[in-house]
């Protein structure tokens, strides 16, 4: 509490606000079934007579529809509430992968050099020159729908910006000269990658997984809302994007405006978090 992190951290209002949406966003993932009014994805709670009540300040709406509800009667606000768990999983889960894989990849390529280190720079680049939004298509396009499958062409997307990173930070920590004593006293390689090495670069690769998470939440997305994402029986916050969109139009704009604004606001607090995060832990990524 009293280190000059927290010192800083407490003079930063973009960081608290941050904070404060990020911790609603938790708090709603983990607690937010035991108080939603319905489960939108057990038939049993929902009607079709209800389908697309405004919300309940518009005239029309009903009492336990607090954000109106969708074409199938299902509650806005329980729908968003379901639906950010498995957002937030896909974009916790992605970024863990990602941030592994690129990782481990970039600490090979930077401490080992050579050949090791140009093939895969060269696989990086030869990602790099795709858009990251295409790649993912062309995965789920091939591999279908699915959690599993989405996970896995975010990971593929996201692996590369950490193994960049990783790399530049171990080329230059390397030469140090407690890297140097370590190779010289005997040390396996591995040893000096995990207790010499990886301290040294971990400041870079946590900002960049946390920016990331907000990232992966939009592509999520992003692919839901094209049909290329979450199976539709699945509760999704792209997905409930997706099906209000159908309908924005035609003057029902809640079924999509407010899991929009859901979205943003959790990106929103990511970001502003992740901000505090690169300048405070490594002023580099600025």
Not at 101 to 119: C, H, M, Q
Not at 125 to 153: E, N, T, W, Y
Not at 239 to 255: C, E, Q
Request: a positive charge.
């Amino acid at each position: 509490m009293k280190s000059e992190f927290f010192y800083h951290y407490k003079k930063n209002v973009p960081a608290i606000i941050g904070s404060i949406l990020v911790a609603i966003a938790i708090f709603i993932v983990v607690f937010g079934r035991f108080f939603a009014p319905q489960n939108p994805y057990d038939l049993t709670q929902i009607d079709l007579a209800d389908s697309y009540l405004p919300p309940i300040w518009q005239d029309g709406g009903k009492a336990g529809f607090l954000l109106g509800t969708d074409a199938q009667g299902r509650d806005i606000f329980s729908a968003i509430i379901y639906g950010s768990a498995s957002s937030m999983m896909i974009g916790l889960v992605g970024a863990m992968a990602s941030c592994l894989i690129g990782t481990t990849l970039g600490l090979i390529a930077g401490y080992y050099g050579g050949k090791v280190d140009a093939f895969i720079m060269r696989v990086a680049d030869v990602q790099l020159s795709f858009p990251s939004m295409l790649i993912a298509l062309f995965i789920m396009s091939v591999f279908g729908r699915g959690v599993g499958k989405l996970l896995v062409a975010l990971t593929m997307v996201g692996w590369v910006t950490y193994a960049r990173t990783v790399r530049g930070e171990t080329l230059s920590v390397k030469k140090m000269e407690y890297v140097e004593a370590a190779r010289i006293i005997g040390l396996p390689n591995q040893k000096i990658i995990l207790k010499h090495i990886l301290p040294n670069v971990i400041n870079s690769v946590i900002v960049l997984a946390t920016i990331q998470v907000g990232s992966f939440i939009l592509t999520e997305a992003t692919l839901s809302f094209l049909g290329v994402g979450v199976p539709i029986t699945k509760p999704s916050l792209g997905l409930l994007v997706k099906t209000g969109f159908d309908v924005l139009f035609s003057g029902l704009w809640w079924a999509a405006v407010f899991p929009g604004l859901y979205i943003m606001l959790i990106v929103f607090g990511i970001n502003l978090l992740g901000d505090f995060l690169r300048d405070e832990l490594n002023p580099n990524l600025k």
